[in-house]
């Protein structure tokens, strides 16, 4: 059935330091890619998506680049700051043209990014 | 705009009983989906409705059912809860049946 890895599972950095989250999904219909970032006793917060159409995107300190032939793509935070602290999920979305929206998250990594 | 909200937000609840939990998504969104957060498992879909009819369902068992109204709200239902159905019930919302997703607080629903 449909999968998605994530790596690694917990992420320590020095605050300025760069931060990778890599995942890999089974399904090769998926188009969809989404990430999130949970902090403690909220609901996950879309930070940012990409498209199988597109190799990589980027928003001010985060990017994120998608390996289709390969089925891998990566969450990478430039800069990182205290605030980032959190835990980030990748996700996966086979939308088949509009006839469902779910979504296949990855197991989450906890990162912590130190002062 | 005001974001997805769920009520109610903490709920515990003894083993056989039921439970409902609501969803209003953001403004203009027709699709609301359904997932259970937990420790062991991480987050795993539920079901998803799109204007009033369910479009997809994960892989759980028919205790766990729900349905949407004609303004886009959407309601779950827990029935002859188990210790195991404790964990975090987040709804999402995106505007039409693909693409942007997002997430209301949750529901942390304690089964005792």
């Known amino acids: 059935g449909e999968n998605v890895e994530q790596h690694p599972s917990t992420l320590s950095v020095q605050e300025g330091d760069s931060a990778v989250i890599k995942c890999t999904y089974s399904d090769s219909a998926s188009n969809y890619f989404p990430w999130y970032k949970q902090e403690l006793g909220k609901g996950p917060q879309l930070i940012i998506d990409i498209r199988s159409n597109v190799g990589e995107k980027k928003d001010q300190r985060i990017a994120v680049t998608l390996n289709k032939t390969a089925k891998h793509f990566s969450l990478h935070i430039t800069e990182t700051q205290p605030e980032d602290s959190a835990v980030y999920f990748c996700a996966a979305s086979d939308s088949q043209g509009g006839a469902t929206n779910k979504l296949i998250f990855g197991t989450g990594t906890l990162l912590a990014v130190q002062p | 705009k005001a974001g997805v909200t769920q009520t109610p937000r903490y709920l515990i609840k003894t083993r056989g009983q039921q439970v409902t939990l609501s969803c209003s998504p953001i403004s203009g969104h027709r699709s609301v989906s359904w997932y259970q957060q937990t420790p062991g498992q991480g987050l795993q879909f539920l079901f998803e409705y799109f204007s009033e009819t369910q479009r997809n369902k994960g892989n759980f068992p028919g205790r766990f059912s729900g349905r949407q109204f004609s303004n886009s709200r959407s309601e779950m239902n827990v029935s002859t809860l188990e210790l195991g159905d404790s964990a975090l019930y987040l709804c999402?919302?995106?505007?039409?049946?693909?693409?942007?997703?997002?997430f209301g607080p949750g529901t942390r629903l304690t089964v005792l």
């Open positions: 999402a919302s995106s505007i039409a049946g693909e693409g942007e997703q997002f």
